[in-house]
Structures are given as structure tokens and as C-alpha cells.
């Protein structure tokens, strides 16, 4: 019974084995490519102790295959790009973000000399499960800087979600225990995440639940993330409550810190639109 169903197999293989006119057979009566001059057939030892032939690959179908792979699978990889970018919950401020309209400003060259050399250096950045942590004060330019390396990534063809905690909690809000594994997976599936503004959500048993789990299975998929934060290094690593550590302690497993300090742009900014304003005005 076992012998005809495979019987019936290596028949099935052998009318696929896709014969060229240009094939021939060899000295040994086995069967070879025309093209690669390599084997399509070998023979093997049958159950019964009879010697059977069947079908193998040759050389450039296998490489064919391989190439056909490839192809694919860099189609999945723009469909996966391509969902990314339509996915993505990135304020439309930071969408156009990116280095060359980087301001140089209150010492911040060491914040671009990062963001661009993560970029350069993503594939071993990713390879080692290596994330960044943007912390400090408001308005100093934390969340401008992951959106350029979001922005530079996905323009290197490389996936990408920038979303914060606040809109995934809002999203999972009456998920069942399926979408919110669906939703998970979402977020997994991009090469890096973008996660900006932590500390900002509720600070209930369930978000803080979520967020610890949004954290943890980013690291179990040895995938990395940066994290933009208002809260300071010291408050991160001074929390006593074991909701907080737990979060706080996975982080620093995954993200570099780096600290933006300074006077907030936004604040900068609004004062210069008030005296231009004034000028205006007031003559």
C-alpha cells in the first residue's frame, strides 16, 4: 500500500519534470539538461530492493527557482513597505520630516549625527535587535528626529510604522483576544517601530498592561524599536512601582539612550511669530 501510494508520487513528479528538445540523455542513461549540462535524473534504491528513477533539479532551474524566490519575496517585502506607510499613524506634521531640513540649533548636531548614522548602520542596528531612546524635555525635537529616520527608511524601501501609544490604545480599545493578536503582529511585522510620546497615555492597569505588551513582544521578536519620552532618564530609572519597572527595565534592554535638553522649539518659535507680529502691528 505504501510502496503504490509513492509509486503514484514519483509518477506525478516524473509527468512534471518539465523535458526540454534540447535535453539528452547521458553515458550513465540518465537524464541531463541541455542547457547546464547537470542531472535531471537520479536513481535510488526502492523499498523492494528495485532501482528506480526519479526527477531532480537541475542547476539552472534551481537557480531559476531561486531567482523566482527572490522576486517574491522582495514583492512581499513593498507590499509589506507599501501597507506600512498606508497603516502608519504619523501626524501629517512629521510626514515631509526628514535630515536636510534638519535645523542645526542649541547643540543639537550630536541628535542628527545619530538619527543618520542609525540609518546608515539599520541592517547591523536590526541584525542586533538595537534600538534608540529619545528623552527630555518638550518640544526639543524628539519626535522630528524618529520621524526623519522613518521617512529615511521607508524612502530606502525598508518598513517602517511611526504611531504612538496613545492611538494604539485608542485602536485596541474593545479588541478581542484575536484582533489584538492580529493587531500585534501588525506592528511586528515592520522592520522598525516608531513608538512616540511615552508616558503620555492613561496610567491605568490596562494601558500600562498594553504598553509593557506592545514592549515585550517587539523584544521577543528581536526586533527594534525607538521610543520618544518627556519623562527623564532618572524618573525611568528611580520608579519603585513594579508596573513602571518592568516597562522601563525592557527598554533600556533594547534602545541607546540620548538625551534632548534645551529651550523647546515650539516655545522659540511662537516667540518669534509674536514680535514679527508685533512689528506688524503695533509698527
Known sequence: MISGVAETALSNIAGNSNIMPEDFTGEDGLLYCGKCHTRKEREIIWLDGTVKRVPVVCKCRAEAERIKKEQFQKQEEMRNIQRAKISSMMDDTFKTACFENFQIRNGNERHLKIAQNYCREFQKMYERNQGLLFFGTVGTGKSYTAACIANYLLEKNISVVMT????????????????????????????????????????????????????????????PLILTTNLTLRQMQEATDIRYTRIYDRIFEMCYPLEFSGVSWRKREAAQRYEETKKLLEG
Do not use: C, P
Not at 179 to 190: C, M, P, Q
Open 164 to 223: 504612538s501609544f496613545v492611538r494604539i490604545l485608542q485602536e485596541m480599545q474593545g479588541f478581542d483576544r484575536e484582533r489584538e493578536e492580529a493587531f500585534t503582529y501588525k506592528l511586528n511585522s515592520v522592520k522598525l517601530l516608531i513608538i512616540d510620546d511615552l508616558g503620555a497615555e492613561r496610567s491605568t492597569d490596562y494601558a500600562l498592561e498594553k504598553v509593557y505588551g506592545i514592549i515585550d513582544n517587539r523584544y521577543r521578536a528581536k526586533k
